[in-house]
């Protein structure tokens, strides 16, 4: 799949969730993409110095929790803004 930030195949994913839209996120090294149910990819934020290990969304599907193993921590991530917030 290819998106406004290239190749989807070229990541590592380190987590993945989805909406009740067909859309999924993934986590990744650094970033948290979206992947669009017609395949369009996205970057949603950026999580740099984030250890990644885990990727949830909310009911709603307007935020999503990324587990940050590194830093100990919970990050939301504002699924339409990129927002973060500990």
């Not at 149910?37 to 996205?42: K, S």
């Not at 949603?44 to 949830?56: D, P, S």
């Amino acid at each position: 799949l290819e998106g406004e930030d290239g190749p989807l195949a070229s990541i590592k994913p380190l987590g993945v969730t989805s909406d009740r839209a067909g859309a999924w996120y993934v986590g990744s090294k650094g970033s948290v993409l979206h992947v669009s149910a017609a395949g369009r990819v996205r970057r949603v934020a950026t999580l740099e110095g984030a250890g990644l290990r885990g990727i949830a969304i909310s009911p709603d599907a307007s935020a999503l929790f990324v587990a940050d193993f590194g830093g100990h921590k919970i990050l939301q991530v504002e699924a339409t803004t990129g927002a973060v917030t500990t």
